[in-house]
């Protein structure tokens, strides 16, 4: 974390910095599990418009952290995890239909970005100059 984000107000329930490495290096195991068992049910062959929905997540979600911390732009972090959100409930409801455990295995990953969401909101809310 860096000095910028350290002195910011904080949301109510923004966890202590030391949660966040942890708590994402678990939901990264989850989401590797989770593409890999998409594409065994495929069979290799996913469906195109997935992967480009997955890579837009991919890259919604690596996005975020030098656009929060290294632009210091929390407004337009943001509009990058509303993305984040919106493209992964669409990748959910696909696994849902393709492979339930790639889904599934997906949720808690789906319940840390809304939380990160409002935490955003709220670092943007509170931080506004």
């Known amino acids: 974390m860096n000095d910028w984000y350290i002195e910011l107000n904080r949301p ?15 939901l990264y195991i989850m989401i590797a599990v989770s ?33 929060f911390f290294g632009l210091q732009k929390p407004g337009l972090a943001l509009i990058d995890i509303l993305l984040l959100d919106i493209t992964l409930v669409i990748i959910i409801l696909h696994f849902w239909k393709t492979a339930k455990l790639a889904s599934v295995l997906l949720w808690p990953y789906l319940a840390w970005v809304l939380f990160a969401t409002y935490l955003n909101a709220g670092f943007y809310y509170l931080n506004r100059y």
């Open 12 to 26: 109510p329930l923004a966890p202590p910095n030391w949660v966040f490495g942890p708590v994402w290096t678990v």
């Open 35 to 67: 593409l890999i068992l998409y594409i065994k049910q495929t069979h290799g062959n996913p469906i195109y418009w997935a992967i480009g929905v997955i890579s837009l997540h991919l890259i919604a979600n690596f996005s975020w952290t030098p656009v």
